[in-house]
T-cell receptor, first 112, second 113 residues
Framework: DQQVKQNSPSLSVQEGRISILNCDYTNSMFDYFLWYKKYPAEGPTFLISISSIKDKNEDGRFTVFLNKSAKHLSLHIVPSQPGDSAVYFCAASNANAGKSTFGDGTTLTVKP | DAGVIQSPRHEVTEMGQEVTLRCKPISGHDYLFWYRQTMMRGLELLIYFNNNVPIDDSGMPEDRFSAKMPNASFSTLKIQPSEPRDSAVYFC???????????FGDGTRLSIL
């Protein structure tokens, strides 16, 4: 049973446009959500997070939205840049658990 | 600041050999995680430690896999004997506190022939 799902394996957008990456979860105990970015031959790097007490968190061009009733979160990148081309992982955790559960990732390609 | 350091970056070995992957977490981080990434299974957690103590090893595939953390600055993941299906990229990560963002190493690409 996959508790964190990223249903789109890939996404392609034009430079300057908005990129929207989606993530769904099934475990209602999750209360902290994270996005990581991964370039080839490197480890994932933390990008942005959101606590379940919020529905939005913004950091520069990156905004994460959380819809608890739908058990859905999304990452918006505006404007998208070619350097944003990478694999994006959604992850979820619980305050009482030390570990995070990761989705399978979405490969974003931003075309110049 | 030095990040999480993994060695070796690449390992190619023959089936049946023992493989040892190494990890140095970020100083002061209390949590250490071992992950495996494959095309079929994505990024899966194998085991994690808190203050050098294994907390959850439910992701370890089988008895051929073992992990240790003898001190706060070093951890190993061993596979003995190795099999071709163990070929994957293995990541180590550490975090300061429970549930907080993890800092990943650049991984070890393991190929078992």
């Amino acid at each position: 049973d996959q508790q964190v799902k990223q249903n789109s394996p890939s996404l392609s957008v034009q430079e300057g446009r908005i990129s929207i990456l989606n993530c769904d979860y099934t475990n209602s105990m999750f209360d902290y959500f994270l996005w990581y970015k991964k370039y080839p031959a490197e480890g994932p790097t933390f990008l942005i997070s959101i606590s379940s007490i919020k529905d939005k968190n913004e950091d520069g061009r990156f905004t994460v939205f959380l819809n608890k009733s739908a058990k859905h979160l999304s990452l918006h990148i505006v404007p998208s840049q070619p350097g944003d081309s990478a694999v994006y992982f959604c992850a979820a955790s619980n305050a009482n658990a030390g570990k995070s559960t990761f989705g399978d990732g979405t490969t974003l390609t931003v075309k110049p | 600041d030095a990040g999480v350091i993994q060695s070796p970056r690449h390992e190619v070995t023959e089936m049946g050999q023992e493989v040892t992957l190494r990890c140095k977490p970020i100083s002061g981080h209390d949590y250490l995680f071992w992950y495996r990434q494959t095309m079929m299974r994505g990024l899966e957690l194998l085991i994690y430690f808190n203050n050098n103590v294994p907390i959850d090893d439910s992701g370890m595939p089988e008895d051929r896999f073992s992990a240790k953390m003898p001190n706060a600055s070093f951890s190993t993941l061993k596979i003995q004997p190795s099999e071709p299906r163990d070929s994957a990229v293995y990541f180590c990560a550490s975090s300061l506190l429970r549930g907080q963002p993890q800092h990943f190493g650049d991984g070890t690409r393991l190929s078992i022939l």
